[in-house]
């Protein structure tokens, strides 16, 4: 029974100690001071603002990627068949970048092969742009939001400094240490932000890369069935 409640008692004593060195992320803002509750309140809009926008890119570049497999062998059958017209309707019906594309070369057929190849070029050039809409503000935000928290750790580090400075040099270590860890909670903040936001970004990259590939691939297609022999 004895040992029993002394395990008890270790227990409690052990729960009380952890509770003493537990302390909230709200303790850590709001202890940091005025400074460090603006630079924590705009970090957390770069954070929505880095998930806003790659959530809708995401969606966007996803729904851009979609393409019907059967879209190219109907498009070489309309114009083998001197369709025009039927294929210009297909591509109209066709919400993605890759049928945008081959609508601008099928409305110049006829023409040189230079003025086809250029003019799917200028139309490649603005569907890759509306993919990448907005991802710049991404990078931004992963290459700002540490420079932020970091300016808050240092923001917070001269005042700890100057408190000690103020009072003589006799300020008590665990003051300092206290106004030093709560200094820091924004440059964590900051990096959590920034590598959310760096890895989105990389991502979106990416799949906007593997929609560039696509439309390329498509429009050699294009140029190639043009080419072929009548």
Known sequence: MNIFQEVTEGAEAAASISEEKTLSVIDLIVNGGTGSVIIIMVLFVLLFVAMYIYFERIFAIKAASKIDKNFMNQ???????????????????TDSPVARLIEKGVARIGKPLDDINTSIENAGTLEVYKLEKNV???????????????????????????????SGGQAEMGSLASGIYTAMTTTVAGLIVGIIAYIGYNHLVNRTDKVVHQMEANAVEFLDLLNEPI
Request: hydrophobic share 55%; net charge negative; charged share 10%.
């Open 136 to 166: 710049s503000v991404l990078a931004t935000v992963a290459g700002a939001a540490p420079m932020i928290g970091f300016l808050g750790t240092v923001i917070g580090m001269i005042l700890a400094f100057h408190e000690m400075a103020s």
């Open 75 to 93: 498009i070489r059958d309309h114009i083998s068949n001197g369709k025009l017209e039927a294929a210009t309707l297909l591509c109209a019906q």
